[in-house]
């Protein structure tokens, strides 16, 4: 329903569409795959030590806009070496497209 929804509302393709939206698509796997290590490295050391001081609201939401903010560099980071160093070299492999290429396969006849 909610592709049949997009897929259909101009509207929502074109906010969809928009440059914030493809630079989202574009670090997503990145993003995906590097926010727990920063979560886990980063973030809760950091809480762990500014609660005592700034107190928990204040400490949390310092945490959480640092959080976000190395996420989305680091991920961008990553998107724009190793992901794309990936799919290069995968195009290499693959012939371009990314899909396999279709083998011939010849058939037997069965003889009776």
């Given at each position: 329903m909610i592709?049949?929804?997009i897929v259909i509302s101009p509207l929502l393709q074109k906010i969809l569409s928009s440059?914030?939206?493809?630079?989202l698509g574009f670090i997503s796997f990145?993003?995906?795959l590097i926010h727990p290590l920063i979560i886990?490295?980063?973030s809760c050391?950091?809480?762990l030590k500014l609660h005592d001081t700034?107190?928990?609201n204040r400490a949390?939401?310092?945490v959480f806009l640092l959080t976000i903010v190395l996420t989305v560099i680091l991920s961008w980071m990553m998107a724009k070496t190793v992901d794309k160093f990936s799919?290069?070299?995968s195009k290499r492999i693959f012939g371009g497209s990314g899909v396999k290429k279709k083998i011939p396969v010849k058939m037997k006849k069965n003889k009776k």
């Open positions: 592709v049949a929804g440059k914030f939206f493809v630079f990145s993003l995906y886990g490295a980063f050391p950091l809480f700034m107190g928990y949390g939401l310092t799919v290069d070299f």
